[in-house]
T-cell receptor
Framework: DAGVTQSPTHLIKTRGQQVTLRCSPK?????VSWYQQALGQGPQFIFQ???????QRGNFPDRFSGHQFPNYSSELNVNALLLGDSALYLC???????????FGPGTRLLVL | AQKVTQAQTEISVVEKEDVTLDCVYE???????LFWYKQPPSGELVFLIR??????QNEISGRYSWNFQKSTSSFNFTITASQVVDSAVYFC??????????FGKGTRLSVIA
């Protein structure tokens, strides 16, 4: 039973560029959440997708957008990258309702 | 609003010592869930335990145990006979109502051989 997978594992971009991160949920899960974890901090909630719609959103600007596909996989897009966007981006999946969130290995983004 | 405080930023212990990681939470909801996750150097958050607000029973799983006390809004985590493999950052998290997870800042545990 595959767990949550994310790609790529590492990414280097320059300011102003755009980036797309991908996530495949754990088998049987239909809800995907994205978190940003800055160095030395706890993860911060970006948004959550369910039934291909954004269900909840944290305090992040519109430069952060996402998508969920019919197979429940998800993408996180960040436009006009800033140096402060450098972080570990974590994807978590859960089953319907208040299921426990299981996390993927993350994508480390470095913005130069 | 929900808040989780992990006052211990870093803890260092010698192998085989017991260690307790503290977690204090704030919420006005009567129904909520508390979690502990482990983050090894690889970065992946590993789920350890979930406890709902109506179940104050302490739980033990091998060398791990959790003490949930609503009276003090605490959900502390104890590792007995620590091992080097326990070295990681540990996060306490809270989900109340239908809100997403709110994490503490984490406690970095170093177990020295």
């Amino acid at each position: 039973d595959a767990g949550v997978t994310q790609s790529p594992t590492h990414l280097i971009k320059t300011r102003g560029q755009q980036v797309t991160l991908r996530c495949s949920p754990k088998s049987g899960h239909d809800t995907v959440s994205w978190y940003q974890q800055a160095l030395g901090q706890g993860p911060q909630f970006i948004f959550q997708y369910y039934e291909e719609e954004e269900r909840q959103r944290g305090n992040f600007p519109d430069r952060f957008s996402g998508h969920q596909f019919p197979n429940y996989s998800s993408e996180l897009n960040v436009n006009a990258l800033l140096l402060g966007d450098s972080a570990l981006y974590l994807c978590a999946s859960s089953s319907p309702g208040l299921g426990t969130q299981y996390f993927g290995p993350g994508t480390r983004l470095l913005v130069l | 609003a929900q808040k989780v405080t992990q006052a211990q930023t870093e803890i260092s212990v010698v192998e085989k010592e017991d260690v307790t990681l503290d977690c204090v939470y704030e919420t006005r909801d009567t129904t909520y869930y508390l979690f502990w996750y482990k983050q090894p150097p690889s970065g992946e958050l590993v789920f350890l335990i979930r406890r709902n607000s109506f179940d104050e029973q302490n739980e033990i799983s091998g060398r791990y145990s959790w003490n949930f006390q609503k009276s003090t809004s605490s959900f502390n985590f104890t590792i007995t006979a620590s091992q080097v493999v326990d070295s990681a950052v540990y996060f306490c998290a809270l989900s109340a109502g239908n809100t997403p997870l709110v994490f503490g800042k984490g406690t970095r545990l170093s177990v020295i051989a």
